[in-house]
């Protein structure tokens, strides 16, 4: 079974300053591995998806995550941080082919300082 | 389109009462799946379905049932509550061949 690790429970950057989100799946390669982000009180949107066509993926808001095989990582990044991304992020990966059996990471809360 | 909807949005039940949650969407999406949403824990499945009268476990399935008799329907059932279903639940929908899942605004259930 696939399982998804998110290092940092909560992460605090300076308006302005690079965010990264660190995700790291099991050994074995997922169909597809993504990150959604939950802003309070709401559901989960879909920030990027890899789906094995460019390692490269960009997503909306500035967003963007590199898959790496070698490191069984798919980190979020994004260059510079602004209030409206102060959220929770969670990175997922399918289980069998789909989108219907996902994994989740634990979650980590952005919080973006002024 | 309302796409994924989740009825009711809060909820209070006390321990042993049942109630049903209900997800409703209008994708015409073949996958539909309910997961629980804890602290420090992401989401877990509890139970997903493929099509219509086909329904299987998750990760985390006790103390819940579901049924799918229709494509736009997946209520997710507690027969008796208890404080350790206190979650937020989620229900999602995917395409038989997309690579994506759609999120509902969740149900917020305290057990008391």
């Known amino acids: 079974a696939q399982s998804v690790t998110q290092l940092g429970s909560h992460v605090s950057v300076s308006e302005g300053a690079l965010v990264l989100l660190r995700c790291n799946y099991s050994?074995?390669?997922?169909?597809?591995l993504f990150w959604y982000v939950q802003y309070p009180n709401q559901g989960l949107q879909l920030l990027l998806k890899?789906?094995?066509?460019?390692?490269l993926v960009k997503g909306i808001n500035g967003f963007e995550a590199e898959f790496k095989k070698s490191e069984t990582s798919f980190h979020l990044t994004k260059p510079s941080a602004h209030m409206s991304d102060a959220a929770e992020y969670f990175c997922?990966?399918?289980?069998?082919?789909?989108?219907?059996?996902?994994?989740f990471g634990q979650g980590t809360r952005l919080t973006i300082n002024p | 389109n309302a796409g994924v909807t989740q009825t009711p949005k809060f909820q209070v039940l006390k321990t042993g009462q049942s109630m049903t949650l209900q997800c409703a969407q209008d994708m015409n999406h073949e996958y539909m799946s309910w997961y629980r949403q804890d602290p420090g824990m992401g989401l877990r499945l509890i139970h997903y379905s493929v099509g219509a009268g086909i329904t299987d476990q998750g990760e985390v399935p006790n103390g819940y049932n579901v049924s799918r008799s229709t494509t736009e329907d997946f209520p997710l059932r507690l027969l008796s509550a208890a404080p350790s279903q206190t979650s937020v639940y989620f229900c999602?929908?995917?395409?038989?061949?997309?690579?994506?899942?759609?999120f509902g605004q969740g149900t917020r259930l305290t057990v008391v």
């Open positions: 050994s074995s390669v997922p169909p597809y």
């Open positions: 997922a990966v399918s289980e069998g082919q789909g989108a219907q059996k996902l994994v």
């Open positions: 999602a929908t995917a395409g038989r061949f997309g690579t994506e899942a759609f």
């Open positions: 890899y789906t094995s066509a460019a390692t």
